[in-house]
């Protein structure tokens, strides 16, 4: 089968928008997990509110980037799915690298809620950075199984695009 430039581009969104979302969710997790002492979400004492709210900010203005990821590789794969449906039969590495992609979404709403809520608060004139780090830990606390279960998915996308797994062979 060969694919239409609409397909190309489809699937193009898709993979675009996982690799900013993916990456964007890693540097995410480093900036933020830099203001706790490692094994615990416990603050580090030493840190000055300065360099605490500079993290917050950080980790919140982030969350747009990581937004437009989601945003763009959503969008393509639903768009790749409508344009390719007979073909994503054939192909089941694709069909499974568009499910993960959904149910990674669907894990990750909540998250990406709470964040939404952190980065209107800190746009507020009255963003306190204790307040900011309360939410933030409660996020980390509450929704870190959700956001384990998404990252696994995402990188389960990866690992089905590149390996190429459920892919019908048509025998001669």
Known sequence: MKYSFLSKTAWLLF??????ALGGQFIRLSVIYDLYIPGTLTLKSWYTWQIQHQTIKLYANA???????????????LLAAMMSFSYLRQKGWMFMGIVLWLLAVAFSAKSIYSDYLLSTY??????????????VTTS?????????VSLLCQISVVVVIVFKPLDKKSSN
């Open 15 to 20: 993979a675009f928008g996982l690799i900013i």
């Open 63 to 77: 969350f747009v980037y990581c937004g437009i990821g989601y945003i763009i590789a959503t969008v393509g794969s």
């Open 122 to 135: 800190l746009l507020s004139p009255s963003a306190n950075t204790s307040q900011a780090l309360t939410m």
């Open 140 to 148: 980390l606390q509450k929704e870190s199984v959700y956001f384990l």
